[in-house]
């Protein structure tokens, strides 16, 4: 039987290119409800439902899918809330063209598009927020135990919402003056606004959790308080690190990790200087190092504090870019121009120490490296010069020593990362667990939110089980 669904995905507004480059406003506009049924709609359905194997939480996508198709808000809420602490996130961040809709049946018949699985979900999350802005706060029986978690990014909230709706007393200990991780501090207004952000945590603290801010464990806080307090610990410090290439001219005066870039202007709201008190450098020409949507975001970030021209510069090819390819059109829309097949192989400075230039090299991919994706090789005789008075690299982050040097118990791998069971999260120490990217190194955030679900479960598992045999 032919198909009578629509073919693409119901158009969702955004901002006119040439009016966002100026602000740092949600890119996105998200659908009306009207459009939201229209999409739902799409949905086939599938009894097999490769949508829910293709989401690392598990969500019941078609569930939440047929009650907005249904007009039921309410019921759609009630679903996705009830597999999901971070739905309003997810709905914006996630790439789902590489997850759920990226195995969607309908995107699999040739010419369809796969219904837009994340557009619903921040539909839903939206209309939740705006209509139920308070979550019910649980019946609360006999605390099952005391949980510390460590770090209050993706996954750390996770865990934290999760172990609260089983029953157990929640303390979320955060290093920086706001609750989030990178998700404050990472991702930029215009991409994820701090107002979402402050209401999933919200809905975490209706549900009794307790947010600690200031609090750097390993320093103000000592980690054998904790295990002394606590029947259980998760580690979800990220992976906070700046790495840099090492190449000459790195000192100079205008080159900057991302992490350092878009933690000033997202943390400590640098874009609206001078209403808040954090400078952040206005560049002219600016080079970002990179091809994740952290580079992504750094590049459209500079262009919105004024930059006359952005240009990234990235070692393989589009077919390579690991961002999101939704980002990527953005920051074309935006005017960001990229170089592929190039990188930088020294920064030029002037005598006063500022950089002028950014001195590159073509490239070409030769056989597959360990990844599997084919190792760029320098081509001799190709460098050239950019001028640039900013460079920003973004080419990855690694685990923070603070807590891990005086946590010598903890085992670590090869990389400095914590080695933790890949499907409980549990650690070389018993009743302390880790997910998210201080495990994995960089990923995303519903892998590290798959990780603090599964945390979840194992920890309460562990505790149960400890005090049975108690």
Same mark, same amino acid.
């Given at each position: 039987?032919?198909?009578?669904?629509?073919?693409?995905?119901?158009?969702?507004?955004?901002?006119?290119?040439?009016?966002?480059?100026?602000?740092?406003?949600?890119?996105?506009?998200?659908?009306?409800?009207?459009?939201?049924?229209?999409?739902?709609?799409?949905?086939?359905?599938?009894?097999?439902?490769?949508?829910?194997?293709?989401?690392?939480?598990?969500?019941?996508?078609?569930?939440?899918?047929?009650?907005?198709?249904?007009?039921?808000?309410?019921?759609?809420?009630?679903?996705?809330?009830?597999?999901?602490?971070?739905?309003?996130?997810?709905?914006?961040?996630?790439?789902?063209?590489?997850?759920?809709?990226?195995?969607?049946?309908?995107?699999?018949?040739?010419?369809?598009?796969?219904?837009?699985?994340?557009?619903?979900?921040?539909?839903?999350?939206?209309?939740?927020?705006?209509?139920?802005?308070?979550?019910?706060?649980?019946?609360?029986?006999?605390?099952?135990?005391?949980?510390?978690?460590?770090?209050?990014?993706?996954?750390?909230?996770?865990?934290?919402?999760?172990?609260?709706?089983?029953?157990?007393?929640?303390?979320?200990?955060?290093?920086?003056?706001?609750?989030?991780?990178?998700?404050?501090?990472?991702?930029?207004?215009?991409?994820?606004?701090?107002?979402?952000?402050?209401?999933?945590?919200?809905?975490?603290?209706?549900?009794?959790?307790?947010?600690?801010?200031?609090?750097?464990?390993?320093?103000?806080?000592?980690?054998?308080?904790?295990?002394?307090?606590?029947?259980?610990?998760?580690?979800?410090?990220?992976?906070?690190?700046?790495?840099?290439?090492?190449?000459?001219?790195?000192?100079?005066?205008?080159?900057?990790?991302?992490?350092?870039?878009?933690?000033?202007?997202?943390?400590?709201?640098?874009?609206?200087?001078?209403?808040?008190?954090?400078?952040?450098?206005?560049?002219?020409?600016?080079?970002?190092?990179?091809?994740?949507?952290?580079?992504?975001?750094?590049?459209?970030?500079?262009?919105?504090?004024?930059?006359?021209?952005?240009?990234?510069?990235?070692?393989?090819?589009?077919?390579?870019?690991?961002?999101?390819?939704?980002?990527?059109?953005?920051?074309?829309?935006?005017?960001?121009?990229?170089?592929?097949?190039?990188?930088?192989?020294?920064?030029?400075?002037?005598?006063?120490?500022?950089?002028?230039?950014?001195?590159?090299?073509?490239?070409?991919?030769?056989?597959?490296?360990?990844?599997?994706?084919?190792? =760029?090789?320098?081509?001799? +005789?190709?460098?050239? $010069?950019?001028? %640039?008075? /900013?460079? *920003?690299? #973004?080419? !990855?982050? @690694?685990?923070?020593?603070?807590?891990?040097?005086?946590?010598?118990?903890?085992?670590?791998?090869?990389?400095?990362?914590?080695?933790?069971?890949?499907?409980?999260?549990?650690?070389?120490? =018993?009743?302390?667990?880790? +997910?998210?990217?201080? $495990?994995?190194? %960089?990923? /995303?955030? *519903?892998? #590290?939110? !798959?990780? @603090?679900?599964?945390?979840?479960?194992?920890?309460?598992?562990?505790?149960?089980?400890?005090?049975?045999?108690?």
């Amino acid at each position: 039987m032919a198909l009578i669904k629509p073919k693409t995905k119901t158009p969702i507004k955004e901002q006119d290119p040439k009016e966002r480059c100026s602000n740092f406003q949600e890119v996105c506009l998200g659908y009306t409800l009207e459009e939201g049924v229209e999409e739902a709609n799409r949905c086939l359905q599938c009894k097999n439902a490769p949508c829910i194997k293709g989401c690392p939480v598990a969500i019941d996508i078609p569930g939440f899918i047929k009650a907005v198709a249904e007009s039921d808000m309410p019921r759609a809420a009630e679903i996705l809330c009830s597999y999901t602490n971070l739905p309003a996130v997810c709905g914006r961040v996630c790439p789902q063209e590489n997850q759920c809709e990226g195995v969607c049946t309908l995107g699999k018949v040739p010419g369809f598009e796969p219904v837009a699985i994340g557009k619903l979900e921040r539909l839903v999350a939206d209309w939740k927020y705006q209509n139920q802005p308070s979550s019910p706060k649980p019946q609360k029986g006999p605390s099952k135990g005391r949980i510390a978690v460590i770090g209050s990014g993706p996954s750390g909230l996770t865990l934290a919402g999760d172990m609260a709706k089983r029953g157990y007393e929640v303390v979320i200990f955060e290093a920086l003056h706001a609750a989030g991780g990178v998700l404050v501090y990472g991702i930029p207004e215009f991409r994820l606004p701090k107002k979402i952000v402050e209401m999933e945590i919200g809905a975490l603290k209706d549900l009794g959790v307790q947010i600690v801010t200031n609090a750097v464990v390993g320093k103000s806080v000592e980690i054998k308080e904790l295990l002394e307090q606590f029947d259980g610990i998760y580690i979800a410090v990220g992976a906070g690190a700046p790495h840099f290439q090492g190449i000459p001219g790195t000192t100079l005066n205008g080159v900057y990790s991302a992490s350092e870039y878009l933690t000033r202007i997202n943390l400590m709201h640098a874009y609206e200087f001078p209403d808040f008190d954090t400078p952040t450098k206005r560049s002219k020409r600016v080079v970002v190092v990179g091809g994740g949507n952290v580079a992504m975001d750094a590049a459209r970030s500079a262009r919105r504090l004024g930059a006359e021209e952005v240009q990234v510069v990235y070692r393989r090819s589009l077919k390579e870019l690991p961002a999101r390819i939704e980002e990527y059109h953005h920051a074309v829309e935006e005017g960001i121009i990229f170089n592929w097949l190039t990188n930088p192989v020294e920064y030029i400075g002037n005598a006063e120490g500022q950089l002028i230039g950014v001195k590159c090299i073509r490239m070409e991919l030769g056989e597959p490296d360990a990844s599997g994706r084919r190792r =760029p090789v320098p081509v001799p +005789g190709s460098e050239f $010069v950019i001028e %640039a008075d /900013t460079a *920003i690299e #973004a080419i !990855g982050q @690694g685990a923070n020593k603070v807590l891990l040097s005086t946590f010598p118990e903890l085992k670590l791998n090869k990389w400095g990362y914590i080695e933790a069971d890949p499907k409980t999260g549990a650690t070389s120490v =018993p009743g302390v667990y880790a +997910g998210g990217d201080i $495990v994995t190194g %960089a990923a /995303t955030v *519903i892998l #590290a939110m !798959g990780a @603090g679900k599964d945390a979840a479960e194992a920890m309460d598992k562990y505790i149960s089980q400890k005090k049975d045999n108690a």
